[in-house]
């Protein structure tokens, strides 16, 4: 089992490209997320999805969109890039809506944008 | 106010020292809390969850306290492999299922 994957593993974009992270479970998982992580700050979720054909916004949604296009995979997409979207972008996905479930993490995607 | 606040470290402790971190929490609703660790530049995985009346695994022990609303982390006779950043979790009420990151304690475990 590979458990959760993301690609690609690092990424520069210059302000206003647009590009989309992937990513894939194989445990299937019904909920799956995407995070950012900036120094000096925890992980804010940006996106999940609770379960296949569902999507809600997280803490922080602004310029992002995603796609549940199955029930393994999940991506996210930046329209237009911004400086302020440089981050480590991270996929986790759980079991169910429950309390106390374990969130798995992907090994996280570098984004730059100059 | 931050949801889930942690001293960000460093701890800085010989190996063989016993190191305790605390964490603070906002919402005296939450249920459900954690720990994670993130080594550098990886991602977070699971060191524990936090049980109501306390919980050990191995050198690790995880304590709670409702009334004060903190979570706190053991770790006794400190390896250099226990080097990484602590991640204090806890679910989000609103919906269970998103969990509130701290921002991390850093701990430097030496020769």
């Known amino acids: 089992n590979a458990g959760v994957t993301q690609t690609p593993k690092f990424q520069v974009l210059k302000t206003g490209q647009s590009m989309t992270l992937q990513c894939a479970q194989d445990?299937?998982?019904?909920?799956m997320y995407w995070y950012r992580q900036d120094p000096g700050m925890g992980l804010r979720l940006i996106y999940y999805s609770a379960s296949e054909g569902t999507t809600d916004k997280g803490e922080v949604p602004n310029g992002y969109n995603v796609s549940r296009l199955n029930k393994r995979e999940f991506s996210l997409r930046l329209e237009s890039a911004a400086p302020s979207q440089t981050s480590v972008y991270f996929c986790?996905?759980?079991?169910?809506?429950?309390?106390?479930?374990?969130?798995?993490f992907g090994p996280g995607t570098r984004l730059l944008v100059l | 106010r931050k949801e889930v606040e942690q001293d960000p470290g460093p701890f800085n402790v010989p190996e063989g020292a016993t190191v305790a971190f605390n964490c603070t929490y906002s919402?005296?609703?939450?249920?459900?809390f954690f720990w994670y660790r993130q080594d550098c530049r990886k991602e977070p995985k699971l060191l524990m969850s936090v049980y109501s009346s306390g919980n050990e695994d191995g050198r690790f022990t995880a304590q709670l306290n409702r009334a004060s609303q903190y979570i706190s982390l053991l770790i006794r006779d400190s390896k250099l492999s226990d080097s990484a950043t602590y991640l204090c979790v806890v679910n989000g009420v609103d919906s269970s299922y998103k969990l509130i990151f701290g921002s991390g304690t850093r701990l430097l475990v030496r020769p």
């Open positions: 919402n005296s609703a939450s249920q459900s």
């Open positions: 986790a996905s759980s079991g169910d809506r429950k309390w106390g479930e374990t969130q798995y």
């Open positions: 445990m299937n998982h019904n909920s």
